[in-house]
């Protein structure tokens, strides 16, 4: 699986836009980006993922650069409930031993 | 929110015995998995099952089985528990429908071995 590179930390305002930088250079043509975020003490959970095109759901957006080398997670108005470890995470997706690789992760703080 | 329970949620045992940790799906998802999470370490897999009785074994394995003998639950059981096993466990579920379908989380089971 493609190795991912993320910031170890930022910190955002509350109620301003969130932008989560991944980098995935050496991804291939048939892997995923998925992003997952944990909050102290629970499960990981899903935020989004995407193949190529953008995606957007009611919890985030998902820009992937047009090469595909990098990605950009962004909350449209974060909230101190969005502090968390955010997850991005390259796979091929379809084979049987479809594990998650979670690796370090960005901790984003939203201060009030 | 994903139909996912684990049970128990907290457990302390002793060195030596049998544990035995739940995972129960209302989604009748195909996938199901285990995950161990350590400071240091992230998460990693311990086992995996892709269909009833189909289990096989993730990158932290040893000591530890399966089983599956219905959609809805995956067992994951610790023969004779070692310190080195406490952690806290993830079950996670995936639907086998839908190109890169994600995995959801179960809230863990925070488990202590002393």
């Known amino acids: 699986d493609a190795k991912t590179t993320q910031p170890t930390s930022m910190d955002c305002a509350e109620g301003r836009a969130a932008n989560l930088p991944c980098n995935h250079s050496?991804?291939?043509?048939?892997?995923?980006v998925y992003w997952y975020r944990q909050i102290h003490s629970q499960g990981p959970q899903y935020i989004i993922h995407?193949?190529?095109n953008n995606e957007t759901n009611e919890m985030a957006s998902l820009i992937i650069t047009e090469d595909r080398k990098s990605s950009t997670l962004i909350l449209p108005h974060a909230t101190l409930r969005d502090t968390a470890v955010y997850y991005c995470i390259v796979r091929v997706a379809g084979a049987n031993d479809y594990k998650l690789s979670f690796g370090a992760g960005t901790t984003v703080t939203v201060r009030a | 929110d994903a139909g996912i329970t684990q049970s128990p949620r907290h457990k302390v045992t002793e060195t030596g015995t049998p544990v035995t940790l739940r995972c129960h799906q209302t989604?009748?998802?195909?996938?199901m998995y285990w995950y161990r999470q350590d400071p240091g370490h992230g998460l990693r897999l311990i086992h995996y099952?892709?269909?009833?009785?189909?289990?096989d074994k993730g990158e932290v394995s040893d000591g530890y089985s399966v089983s599956r003998s219905k959609t809805e639950d995956f067992l994951l059981t610790l023969e004779s528990a070692t310190s080195s096993q406490t952690s806290v466990y993830f079950c996670a579920i995936r639907a086998r429908t839908g190109e890169g379908q994600p995995q959801h989380f179960g809230d863990g089971t925070r488990l202590s071995i002393l």
């Open positions: 995407g193949l190529k």
């Open positions: 099952s892709y269909g009833v009785k189909d289990t």
């Open positions: 989604e009748n998802h195909r996938y």
């Open positions: 050496t991804i291939s043509g048939n892997e995923y």
